[in-house]
Structure formats: C-alpha cells, structure tokens
T-cell receptor
Framework: DAKTTQPPSMDCAEGRAANLPCNHSTISGNEYVYWYRQIHSQGPQYIIHGLKNNETNEMASLIITEDRKSSTLILPHATLRDTAVYYC????????????FGTGTSLTVIP | DTAVSQTPKYLVTQMGNDKSIKCEQNLGHDTMYWYKQDSKKFLKIMFS???????INETVPNRFSPKSPDKAHLNLHINSLELGDSAVYFC????????????FGNGTRLTVT
C-alpha cells in the first residue's frame, strides 16, 4: 500500500515554479522515489524517479533530502497544461514489487 | 506509435454479462499490470504478471482474470459484471529489472448498467 503522504491540493501561478512535496518517512535504503501525473482521465504519465541523488530531465527536477524521508518535485515554469494530479510513489526495484499509488496532489496552474 | 494500447476505449454493458479488455505493449517489457480507478479517482493495482509469476491483489474478485497469450499482451476478462465494476481500467507495463518505470495505456472506461 501507498507509503507516501502528499498535500491534497496546490495552486501555482502560470510561469512560476511549482514545488510539490512528498513525505516518505518510512522509506528503506533500496526503495526508489517515482513521480507520475495524471491529466484529466488519461493514463498516468511517468515524470521522473531517483534513489538518493537529485535528478533532472526535460520535464522536471526531483530533489531528495539527505535523509531520504521526503522529496520535492519541481516544475520550473508551470503552464496550464501542467494542471493534473501528481503522484509520489516509493518502490523496491528488482523484486517485481508493484507500484502503489496514493491519493496524490491535485495541482491547479492559474493563469 | 503508441507504447501501451488498450481496446476498447469505452465499454458499456449490462449486469451479468462477460466482457474482455485487451492490452498490448510494444516496448519489449516483460511485466504487465492492470489497475482500476474508481469514481473517487483512487488507482488500485489489480494484477501484475510476467512469464514467471502472476501476482493478484487479494481484494480482486475471482470474476476478474488476466490472460496473457504472449509477452506483449495481457487481456482482462471479467465474468458476471456487477454495477460496482464500473470504473476506468488501465493497463501498464515495465521492465522487471532495475528501476524501470511503469508505462500506462490511456484506459478503458467500463460502464455497467
């Protein structure tokens, strides 16, 4: 079951950075942090994942605290199309463990 | 090319019927999944399957059964449909090695009347 805690909703002004927090205080050493988003009723879309180092790709940056108990997904310049539900997931890899989704954060980007 | 594709996109049927949803992935992944998203938008895993193991979420009724004719396909069969089965069903796939992420299809909206 989901082992993460996220705020239920957030707003962000268009063009500004959106910082979405996730608490995973019980994370273990071999668990990765994944971020997905779901726009409307489309299939969830993979954004980024990491183990302990910060990661960046063309969509977002992932900042993981040194103790790994929390992380922040950063969308550097939010657009209206980034309005979606964002899910933070922790998962052990190489074991076939399943991805468990929590309730996520509903991000609304405001014009 | 769509990486994970599901058919049909919409399915409306009556209680008691048996129906199937098809899923195909062209990513060469070795593990496939079915998720259910209910009206409260909670995404719940139903099954994960590769050529070695089927993992069933214990809360899934045995009226639901996955069938995999080959590594690229995982179909979902549902017998004796009930009103509570109305939901959006998502297929997904991943490589069962390393930290490979899940890739989802666009979902099948099932409505049972």
């Amino acid at each position: 079951d989901a082992k993460t805690t996220q705020p239920p909703s957030m707003d962000c002004a268009e063009g500004r950075a959106a910082n979405l927090p996730c608490n995973h205080s019980t994370i273990s050493g071999n668990e990765y942090v994944y971020w997905y988003r779901q726009i409307h009723s489309q299939g969830p879309q993979y954004i980024i994942h990491g183990l302990k180092n910060n990661e960046t790709n063309e969509m977002a940056s992932l900042i993981i605290t040194e103790d790994r108990k929390s992380s922040t997904l950063i969308l550097p310049h939010a657009t209206l199309r980034d309005t979606a539900v964002y899910y933070c997931i922790v998962r052990v890899v190489n074991t076939g463990n399943q991805f468990y989704f929590g309730t996520g954060t509903s991000l609304t980007v405001i014009p | 090319d769509t990486a994970v594709s599901q058919t049909p996109k919409y399915l409306v049927t009556q209680m008691g019927n048996d129906k199937s949803i098809k899923c195909e992935q062209n990513l060469g992944h070795d593990t496939m999944y079915w998720y259910k998203q209910d009206s409260k938008k909670f995404l719940k895993i139903m099954f994960s399957y590769n050529n070695k193991e089927l993992i069933i979420n214990e809360t899934v009724p045995n009226r639901f059964s996955p069938k995999s004719p080959d590594k690229a396909h995982l179909n979902l069969h549902i017998n004796s449909l009930e009103l509570g089965d109305s939901a959006v069903y998502f297929c997904a796939s991943s490589q069962d090695r390393g930290s490979s992420p899940l890739h989802f299809g666009n979902g099948t909206r099932l409505t049972v009347t």
